[in-house]
């Protein structure tokens, strides 16, 4: 009986060992066919004019032509953009993790008259899909002036970080030891008090995921930018001056000028990705199984 | 004397539930302003005539019934039905088999989730220049895929430039790239699994396959609901051709236009502020009903079951 299943333990791992690597093979082969498009991008990003431009469609360039990046940036018309996308998602992104925090904790942490009537509408707008609110959102920025501007971009955010986040905050909020903010109580320290000193120093990962995700998914929206911003004069986006290039004498005359912009719109979100990849992941495991 | 005794209960309770109150403020605003009232327009506004600028015009229902009267709606409505159905059986068949694989524990597993992850990525945009790239079609440097073609003996395919399901099927393929971001809900499903039920099965001696078909796969079931609901709510609301297509999104021929695209096009190139708004209610019906459905099935079958 002993000997017998020894043996059958040692077949197996002799098995697992080819088998193990035919599993690798495959992985790398699935990789590879992954990766395609991004490296296609990227090499196309470092073509010279006259490789990009040849009768054949190369995949990779003949030199490297590093310079691509910069022309893109300043005779490209991608340079202004840039900034303005950098420094409207930062601002969004950590102002959607605070708008989802502040009523996250008041719905852990406070008691208060119709608590879960106001938990239930919020929860029900995540039914909502965005196109029902987008025309009247689109009529109502128009009459207050805001189109063409970055105003309908953040606004709302700054108020609200979306049903999805403040429930995610709250699920993360609930998690948190109920002893210290009695302790914090006792001690004399007020709700504000208590948000300001231990909610928001212990709300490191759920911070993170937030601004991330928000980052990550305007850096790359081109769609609502192009509703609201629709002058040539109007300050653009990054992802949406690349939209509206499209049809422009730049991308006819210096398309690798154009992938040398879609390489720089993609590696942002990928270094953030895999930087962030923790957080990330933890945040729509929680979304999926909780929704 | 009761009554003021719950008087004076309901003024504590008052004064308790403030700073709750004075959290809550901010979104409160927010949701009013950004979604209650916008949905109330958007009800008004689906009954009138409204181009931005003068006409204001109360119609009744005539744009509802305007809708089943649109050529373009319909073309749309058989373009979106026929991408869901290629679609959502696709996506949840390609996401649940890698899942699977990156389910195996082997060393530097994790290495490829990452890799797999990468494309979904890459925003829209640049997916949408280089995907042109790729597919593109012409005696003049066609694509890659195009040159694998020729390569093949194939006739050039015209990818999504085409005027028939030929350009839905390149949007298909373009999806299938995307397959890493599903493919990370079911592996936090799989993480769900107890451990203990696996070693449990291993003492009784179930092999790797059993285990796959008695423990990982009806386990990690109940996730298929959730994968399916935003799986079908994303594939109906799609609007990403946007990006890509011809005539904003619409391909030639009305190719790729679905109900999405036809609602942008509408809204805000077109400015049939009431037509547009009706559609989207209507669009928001229709998934409302699916999804109420798919609830109803999935209790049905777990009753059953």
Request: include cysteine; aromatic fraction near 14%; hydrophobic fraction near 50%.
């Amino acid at each position: 009986m002993t000997v017998e299943m020894t043996m059958h333990k040692h077949k197996l791992s002799g098995r697992t060992i080819v088998g193990n690597g035919c599993l690798y093979v495959f992985l790398v082969a699935l990789a590879v066919v992954f990766l395609f498009p991004y490296a296609f991008m990227v090499c196309r990003g470092l073509m010279t004019n006259t490789r990009f431009a040849a009768p054949v469609m190369h995949f990779f360039p003949d030199r490297i032509k590093l310079s691509n990046y910069v022309h893109a940036f300043n005779e490209g018309g991608f340079g202004m953009p840039l900034v303005n996308s950098l420094w409207l998602c930062l601002l969004t992104s950590v102002l959607t993790a605070v708008s989802s925090l502040v009523p996250a904790y008041a719905f852990t942490r406070l008691k208060w008259i119709g608590k879960n009537v106001m938990f239930a509408f919020m929860m029900a707008t995540v039914m909502l899909p965005g196109i029902a609110t987008q025309v009247p959102l689109y009529v109502m920025y128009s009459q207050f002036g805001m189109l063409n501007t970055f105003f309908p971009l953040f606004v709302p955010n700054l108020l609200f970080g979306g049903a999805m986040n403040v429930f995610l905050a709250r699920q993360f909020l609930l998690s948190h030891p109920n002893e210290m903010y009695e302790s914090a109580t006792i001690d004399g320290a007020g709700p504000f008090r208590s948000f300001l000193s231990i909610t928001i120093p212990l709300s490191k990962t759920i911070f993170l995921y937030i601004a991330v995700s928000v980052f990550m998914g305007m850096w790359g929206d081109y769609y609502t930018p192009s509703i609201y911003i629709t002058l040539d004069s109007a300050p653009k986006t990054f992802a949406l001056a690349l939209y509206q290039s499209l049809w422009s004498q730049n991308n006819i005359a210096h398309p690798e000028w154009t992938f040398s912009a879609c390489t720089v719109l993609s590696v942002t979100p990928t270094v953030l990705y895999a930087v962030f990849q923790k957080y990330l992941v933890q945040g729509i495991a929680t979304a999926g199984i909780k929704g | 004397m009761m009554l003021s005794e719950r008087r004076q209960s309901l003024k504590k309770k008052i004064r308790k539930s403030i700073p709750g109150w004075l959290f809550i403020l901010p979104m409160t605003v927010g949701l009013c302003l950004f979604t209650l009232y916008p949905i109330v327009q958007s009800i008004m506004y689906s009954f009138h005539e409204y181009d931005l600028i003068s006409v204001y015009t109360f119609v009744g229902v005539r744009n509802y019934i305007n809708i089943f009267r649109d050529p373009a709606v319909h073309k749309a409505l058989v373009n979106t039905l026929l991408f869901a159905v290629c679609n959502i059986p696709l996506m949840l068949v390609l996401t649940y088999l890698l899942a699977l694989l990156l389910n195996i524990p082997l060393k530097g597993i994790k290495v490829f989730r990452v890799l797999y992850y990468l494309p979904c990525v890459i925003p829209a945009i640049a997916g949408g220049v280089l995907w042109s790239a790729i597919m593109k079609y012409g005696q003049e440097a066609p694509g890659i895929f195009n040159q694998i073609r020729v390569a093949l003996g194939l006739s050039q395919s015209k990818y999504f430039l085409s005027g028939d399901f030929e350009a839905i099927r390149a949007i298909l393929v373009m999806n299938i790239w995307g397959i890493g971001g599903g493919t990370v809900i079911w592996l936090a499903a799989f993480k769900n699994i107890p451990e203990q039920i696996y070693e449990a099965a291993r003492i009784d001696g179930a092999g790797k396959i059993t285990q796959l078909f008695r423990i990982t796969l009806p386990l990690s079931g109940p996730m298929l609901l959730y994968n399916l609901i935003t799986l079908m709510i994303a594939t109906i609301q799609f609007n990403g051709t946007i990006a890509f297509a011809p005539y904003t999104g619409a391909g030639n021929n009305n190719a790729t236009l679905m109900l999405g695209v036809k609602i942008y096009i509408d809204a805000f190139n077109r400015l049939k502020i009431g037509y547009a708004a009706a559609m989207s209610w209507m669009m928001m019906i229709v998934t409302a009903i699916i999804t109420f459905l798919m609830f109803r099935v999935n209790r049905w079958m777990n009753n059953d079951g």
